[in-house]
């Protein structure tokens, strides 16, 4: 038996040409085997190139700014990266050419300020360059101001509630944060677009506080601060005199309930001061009596602040010094760091400013340099004299037996703890020295 050829699809043409057996079997559907069916060739691997995101938009707080753009391949061949170009004042980073997969990325870093372009060229076939906006903005930080209360602002007594008022700026308004304390206790804090922003400030305890409006956004924190003080008086009366620190003749008598300064003898120094207490050196209040008489006629007490910051010691100088002077040739010192108000009842020649009984008032011991100064009628053995001194930085006001002597505006420093005391002295002639009834009243305000 012979075997089966094979079964041909091919015919031979009686002139020797083969021939399609579709067309000879037309009959038998070879279509139904998909022969006559077009054969779709495969697409080939070509990258599809992406940039993300399409445009940066920012806001930044200082130039330049720098942000990161990413490259992408979502083709399914790779993606060659053949040129990075900028405009504007721009950079970008990124070594050229590079592949970048299918399915990956690749960042490009940029820098620059304002407005311009990043072009990224590749070899896409359909979108072989891409261009990308580029704008930044510099966002400053806020800004913030204290309109209420003004500066140094004193609250009168009675203390009561006080309005804060301010503005606050700020570029765009976004992640703003205002903050209102005082003496670091938060008052109020809003998130509130800028604009006016207020508080209120509670009742406040005597002396000085810090009012402080604080903003804070993204770019930094600004602060406003304002010093105000609430005033208040304490008056101390009828002191304990007789536990003060006492050097030199100082006593204090307790049969007549009085502080001796001196006795009437020669070359004699005394003082007294409290040291149990400061009070403000220039805001205060202080009146007393005094006694000056019963001898041949010298030299004067004072009415010393005692500077409690600078003090070495407790007496100054003899003579004209008066128990707290010096800086002058008529007495060896030492001079008494802070301001005195003298009485003087002895003149001497080429340091006082005038051969009347005085007041003067001077800083830091400097006897022969009066700050200011008044004749004064007789004081020796002419009984008790009561004298008020008033101190409101930089305002001077004394008064002797209920008229004033000195009204005036100083330029000194007055700004320091003081110990309040008294000073006398005697030197070839004598005077006995005596203080009584003082009253000091003492204000948290400068």
Same mark, same amino acid.
């Given at each position: ?14 002139d020797?040409r ?15 085997y998909?022969?006559?069916?077009e ?13 993300e ?28 990266i ?23 990325g ?25 261009a ?19 500066p ?21 308004g976004?992640?703003l944060?205002?903050?209102w304390?005082?003496?670091?206790? +938060?008052? #109020?804090?809003? @998130?509130? *677009?800028? !604009?006016? &922003?207020? $508080? ?10 810090? +009012?402080? #409006?604080?903003a @804070?956004? *993204?770019? !930094?924190? &600004?602060e $406003?601060t ?8 304490t008056?101390?009366?009828?002191l ?7 050097e ?6 307790s049969t ?6 001196t006795d ?6 005394g003082?007294a ?5 400061a ?9 007393f ?5 019963g ?9 010393t602040?005692l ?14 010094g008066?128990?707290?002077?010096g800086s002058a ?13 003298e ?12 051969p ?7 800083f ?8 200011a100064w ?15 001194v008033?101190l ?8 002797v ?14 700004a320091f ?5 008294f000073?006398?002295?005697t ?7 005596r203080?009584?009834?003082?009253t000091?009243t ?5």
């Amino acid at each position: 038996m012979q075997p089966r050829k094979p079964l041909s699809l091919r015919s031979t043409h009686p002139d020797g040409r083969f021939t399609s057996a579709c067309a000879l079997l037309v009959l038998a559907g070879c279509t139904e085997y998909g022969l006559g069916k077009e054969v779709e060739e495969p697409a080939g691997a070509a990258p599809e190139i992406v940039v993300e995101p399409e445009a940066i938009a920012a806001h930044a707080c200082a130039a330049p700014w720098s942000g990161t753009v990413v490259v992408r391949n979502e083709g399914e061949g790779p993606l060659t990266i053949t040129g990075i170009a900028t405009t504007g004042d721009w950079s970008a980073t990124l070594p050229v050419p590079v592949t970048v997969l299918p399915g990956e990325g690749t960042p490009v870093t940029v820098t620059g300020d304002g407005e311009g372009t990043l072009t990224v060229s590749s070899d896409d076939p359909d979108e072989p360059a891409i261009a990308v906006p580029l704008t930044v903005s510099l966002n400053h930080p806020p800004t913030a101001t204290v309109l209420s209360p003004a500066p140094d602002s004193i609250f009168p007594e009675p203390a009561a509630d006080q309005a804060l008022e301010g503005v606050v700026t700020d570029e765009d308004g976004d992640d703003l944060l205002v903050t209102w304390t005082v003496d670091d206790a +938060v008052i #109020l804090s809003t @998130t509130t *677009a800028p !604009g006016s &922003v207020s $508080a209120t400030l509670p009742a406040a305890e005597p002396g000085v506080h810090t +009012v402080r #409006l604080t903003a @804070t956004d *993204a770019c !930094g924190e &600004v602060e $406003a601060t304002e010093d105000v003080c609430q005033d208040a008086t304490t008056t101390y009366e009828n002191l304990g005199i007789s536990t003060w620190h006492y050097e030199g003749s100082a006593y204090w008598d307790s049969t007549t309930s009085e502080l001796v300064l001196t006795d009437a003898l020669i070359e004699q120094v005394g003082t007294a001061f409290d040291t149990t207490a400061a009070v403000s050196g220039g805001a205060v209040r202080i009146e007393f009596e005094f006694y000056i008489g019963g001898g041949s006629g010298a030299d004067g007490i004072s009415l010393t602040a005692l500077d409690a910051d600078r003090l070495t010691a407790y007496t100054g100088g003899t003579g004209c010094g008066i128990g707290y002077g010096g800086s002058a040739s008529c007495t060896a010192g030492p001079a008494l760091p802070g301001w005195t108000l003298e009485v003087d009842t002895y003149y001497n020649e080429g340091y006082d400013p005038t051969p009347d009984d005085h007041v003067a008032f001077t800083f830091d011991g400097d006897v022969d340099n009066p700050a200011a100064w008044a004749a004064l009628p007789e004081m020796e053995d002419t009984g008790w004299h009561r004298i008020r001194v008033d101190l409101t930085d930089p305002h001077l006001s004394v008064t002797v037996d209920g008229t004033s002597y000195i009204e005036q505006d100083l330029i000194g420093y007055f700004a320091f703890p003081a110990y309040v005391g008294f000073t006398a002295g005697t030197g070839g002639n004598t005077n006995r020295h005596r203080i009584r009834s003082l009253t000091v009243t003492d204000r948290a305000c400068e």
